[in-house]
């Protein structure tokens, strides 16, 4: 053994297909989100619907925008504020499941 050589625990993870797969999810839900808000505007803009009606699209609105929040900082949590710890693999960070709890949410609604 090489003596400027350190002795590994895991063998080396390759990320370069999920982090770039993950990365173009960001950029197509952030085009995705600035969508919905643009609609939302229009709506709110031409349309006299009831109060529910309009609550219901700030609603759906709202939680897109914070599931879209959460997506984005599982990304940052991994790419930038453990970028090459291998270990953080091992666990789920919390805004994922949150995540997963919203988007059930905007399905139930």
């Known amino acids: 053994m090489n003596s400027t050589s350190i002795p590994t625990l895991f063998p080396p993870f390759d990320t370069s297909s999920t982090v770039g797969t993950g990365y173009w999810g960001v950029i197509g ?18 349309n006299n619907d009831g109060w529910r009606l309009k609550g219901l699209v700030i609603s759906l609105c709202a939680l897109d925008t914070v599931s879209w929040a959460f997506f984005v900082y599982v990304y940052y949590y991994y790419l930038v504020k453990n970028f090459g710890n291998d270990l953080v693999l091992i666990a789920v960070p919390w805004p994922f ?8 949410i905007v399905t139930l609604l």
Do not use: K, P
């Open 29 to 46: 839900t952030s085009v995705l989100l600035g969508c919905t808000v643009l609609q939302a505007y229009f709506y709110f803009r031409d």
């Open 97 to 104: 499941v949150a995540e997963l709890f919203v988007e059930n």
